[in-house]
Structures are given as structure tokens and as C-alpha cells.
């Protein structure tokens, strides 16, 4: 399903500031990836007062989409949509289910919707929206937030060295790209032992880390599996 795919997640992180509701790639591909989508013929709102009392008038209001986010669902009215076509309805529900922040982005949205996964990227350029999401300073730092390319060349791998809470590291999520974190708890492990206490002249002095992965989440890893960042200066001098 296009709305559930991996290029669709990643379109629209490039249609608005997900940063600013601390909302990275992964956040959006889960919340699309959850929600169902089902065509009536009509659908019809109702207006009810207190008791239960059904007040709606004899010919009722008929709308495009209905949004049911408890229960993860968006209902296109199929009478409805004909009027301004499927994917430019469910292009409004859409972002009115990931709060309504794509503003005029939502035609883009559509164009993206009508394309195959792998052709969304050409589609969208098509329309202007460029393939690659402008950097945004402001995510510096920011559990979940892509890697600035202003970082990339400080990194480096010191898994022996000593973590501190709230230090700002690097790591590698499930799809390979490289994003921020912040460290929880941090416990050294005995030298010689490694992470499962057994006896490795290989492994000495790791840490075991609890890595704030994104904003309300953590994850346990071993010092071997971040990276820190490097000062400016030593940079320079490199």
C-alpha cells in the first residue's frame, strides 16, 4: 500500500518541519503504517446534544473524510471524493491525521499518492519538491533527528572511554542512517569481560549504555554500537 510505504514516510518529512513536533522519518512511517483506510459510498455527520438527543437536520451533511484517530482510521466518502478524486481526499486526511502541518504541501502529497513507491521521488520533483529535506539547524542534538553533515566528520568510535549522562552520541537506527541520541545510563562493564560477563581480552572496559533514542523512547546498547563526536579544534588540526 502506498500510504504504508517507506517512500511515502520519507516524502513527507521533506514537505514539512517534522523537527518542530519532534517528529523524525521513523515517527511518521509508524503512524502511516498503523492507520487503516476504508471507502463508503456516503458518509454522513451527525449532530447529537446531550442525552443522546439526534438533532441533525432530515438531509444531514455529507463530507469528504471522516478521521477517527483512536481508532487509527480514515473513512473516504467514495460519492465525495469523485468531486476532487481520491488521492487529493485522502491527501487531506492525511494531514489532518499527522496535524495538520503540510499547509500547501497537501497537493504535493497527492502527486505523491498517485505514484508508484519507487516513482514518488521523480514525481515530486516534478512538482518541485526537492528530493533531499533542507538541514535544519535547529534538530542539532535532537534524540531522533537525522545527523547534520556538519557532524559527520567529527565522529569517531571510542568504545573504552567514559560515558556521561545526557552526553549527545551518534548511532546507526534499523535503516543505517546515523541520528542523534542522548545517553540515559551509562554503566562500565569489568575489563576483560565482555557485554555478557564473559572472559575477552577483545572486548576491555565497554560500557552497557540506555541510549534516549527519540523523544519518549530508550534503547540498550553497548558502547561498540555509538559513536562521539570529536572537538572542533581536533578536527582542524586533522
Known sequence: HRLHSEQLARAVT?????????????DIKQRLGAVEVQVARRL???LYLKGDVDVT??????????????????????????AVGL?????????????????????ALAVALRADPPEMERALLQVGVRAQPAERPGTRGMPGAELLSVDRERLSVQPQRRFLASEVIAFRDDG??????TVAEASQVAGGNDIDGRSSENSPGLSRLV?????GEVKSMVSSQVMVFKPTTQVRAA
Open 14 to 26: 521533506w514537505m514539512f518541519d517534522a523537527g518542530q513536533d519532534g517528529l523524525t522519518e521513523m
Open 44 to 46: 454522513r455527520t451527525r
Open 57 to 82: 437536520a432530515w438531509d444531514g451533511r455529507e463530507v469528504v473524510f471522516l478521521v477517527e484517530e483512536g481508532k487509527r482510521r480514515i473513512l473516504l466518502s467514495e460519492e465525495q471524493s469523485a
Open 87 to 107: 488521492e487529493q481526499a485522502l491527501a487531506l486526511a492525511v494531514n489532518q491525521y499527522l496535524g495538520g502541518h503540510l499547509g500547501a504541501s497537501v497537493l
Open 176 to 181: 543505517g542512517l546515523l541520528r542523534y541520541g
Open 211 to 215: 541510549v534516549r533514542t527519540k523523544k
